[in-house]
């Protein structure tokens, strides 16, 4: 036991699985109380169920596919929605586990990969409200595709596909992630067994998220947000649920400018930026002293499928929280490809200190921080089931 605990590896395995088991499990007990309790969010779970049963509307094809698969299970759309969203949590949050611990046993300063405040399982568990929007499917989806690459697997590489796909068509901000995607399958087919299998994916992967943006485009309104809600008060949904994702699709530019208005000029010229250095600061260290200087420029260039999110939405955390990702994926491209070698590897006082820091602080999913960060999410947590079990 002794010998075990003395090795840093075995240790940082631990610490890795404590962390994503607790994100995890808070993040499904938010999503069980939406569902259960609350009979689903406006936000959260609306968002999944806009659908084209009564008009086309953008977002609504994944919509339409799960109010179909509650029809024929006679069970709430809700439910349905929950279901598929604590599957997805599931799987990311266990893909991502296996590849930083893969990526840790080549070298343990990879650890940091879990250290950006930015990263989902940071940015969801701080700040739950930015959490279990439609990015969940395409995050899971390039997790998918990663662990496929990693352990060389057709049927991965097709869950992986299949998800991108319903990714896509269920959010237009979804296809901005297609480069990744393609980037992912590109550097796989150089070294892969069946190019062609690959190459079938990349296409099939790009057609379909072209055809699903000149959906999105082309029914960028509904006329009366009533046709897209009546479908699920026949099934028994709440009218809430349509007060959020649903009654926003027919708002225009002149609502989003007054949602814009309602942050302060601090927030979007000082504290936003600051959040945004800090949130990729335990990657850029990474990727700084890597020896393929590719991999810092791809990380840095795979936040611009995102730069026009920052005009139209005021989620700009979550927009950040895509780029993080991003970058995250990249780095893990390096590793699995065997690209990964550092000129210098970073000090165990300086992988400590920025891990701690990480921990510490977290942005929130429009702008601004969050004090304390996953730490004091975490003690909340702690404190919180000690109450509850002195009751």
């Avoid at 297609?178 to 550097?187: K, Q």
């Avoid at 009366?224 to 009546?230: P, Q």
Wanted: some cysteine; charged content about 15%; proline content about 4%.
């Amino acid at each position: 036991m002794d010998r075990l605990l003395r090795n840093p590896y075995t240790i940082f395995q631990f610490v890795m699985a404590s962390f994503l088991i607790f994100g995890a499990g808070f993040l499904l007990s938010e999503l069980a109380t939406d569902v259960l309790a609350n009979g689903g969010h406006k936000w959260k779970q609306g968002d999944w169920l806009v659908n084209t049963l009564n008009a086309d509307v953008r977002r609504g094809p994944l919509g339409t596919l799960f109010i179909g698969i509650s029809d024929v299970l006679n069970v709430s759309p809700i439910i349905i929605v929950g279901a598929f969203q604590a599957s997805l949590v599931i799987l990311s949050f266990f893909l991502l586990g296996k590849l930083v611990s893969f990526a840790s046993f080549q070298n343990l300063a990879f650890a940091l990969l879990l250290a950006s405040p930015g990263l989902f399982a940071i940015f969801w568990v701080v700040d739950p409200d930015g959490a279990f929007r439609k990015e969940l499917v395409a995050f899971t989806a390039l997790l998918t595709l990663l662990y496929a690459f990693r352990v060389n697997s057709v049927a991965w590489a097709m869950l992986g596909t299949l998800l991108f796909s319903l990714a896509v068509y269920g959010h237009e901000v979804n296809v901005l992630f297609l480069p990744l995607v393609l980037l992912c399958l590109s550097i796989w087919y150089r070294t892969s067994a069946q190019p062609k299998f690959l190459l079938v994916l990349a296409i099939l992967s790009a057609l379909l998220a072209c055809h699903a943006l000149y959906y999105h485009l082309s029914n960028k309104e509904v006329d009366d947000v009533a046709r897209v809600c009546a479908p699920l008060l026949e099934r028994g949904v709440s009218n809430h649920v349509c007060e959020g994702s649903i009654n926003w699709l027919n708002k225009d530019l002149g609502d989003v400018k007054t949602r814009f208005s309602t942050i302060s000029v601090i927030d979007m010229a000082v504290i936003f930026p600051l959040a945004y250095i800090g949130a990729a600061l335990p990657l850029l260290m990474l990727l700084f002293r890597l020896n393929e200087r590719k991999y810092l420029y791809l990380a840095l260039i795979s936040g611009l499928p995102f730069a026009p999110l920052y005009f139209v939405g005021i989620d700009w955390g979550r927009w950040l929280s895509m780029h993080i990702f991003s970058m995250t994926c990249i780095l893990l491209l390096s590793i699995i490809s065997g690209n990964a070698s550092f000129k210098e590897p970073p000090s165990w006082k300086f992988l400590g200190v920025i891990a701690i820091a990480g921990m510490l602080w977290a942005p929130l999913h429009i702008t601004g921080v969050y004090e304390g960060g996953f730490a004091l999410r975490f003690l909340y947590e702690v404190y919180g089931s000690y109450l509850a079990l002195m009751r």
